[in-house]
């Protein structure tokens, strides 16, 4: 999940819809947020919030983090020496989220 546009609307967006209040990870200086919510079901939303304009490396920090929750959630490692899999979906974050900024 890709969420752009304000922090409020952004908090508003989380808890009318998944009932998480995600404040205290999104203060008012905060320009992006990479965020991963499980039910009591085991389902898990992985999803990356950041301002409309944010800067290029601050989608690139929270692309990042979505990598490894979501690697993490299908059991996949990474490391030093095994990274390939995380470096093409980070390339593959970064690319489909930037078509929205």
Known sequence: MA???????FLDHMFNKYGADLTGSADTT???LCFNLT???????TGIWV??????PVLAHECLHATYFTLDFFGVSSSV????TQAYLLQYYIEEISKLL
Do not use: A, Q, V, W
Not at 3 to 9: A, K, L, P, S, V
Not at 39 to 45: A, R
Not at 51 to 56: A, H, R, V, W
Not at 81 to 84: L, R, T, Y
């Open 39 to 45: 039910n009591p079901n085991g389902e898990s939303l």
């Open 3 to 9: 969420f752009i546009g304000g922090r409020e609307d």
């Open 81 to 84: 020496n095994d990274n390939e």
């Open 30 to 32: 905060t320009h992006g």
């Open 51 to 56: 301002d409309k304009g944010t800067p290029f």
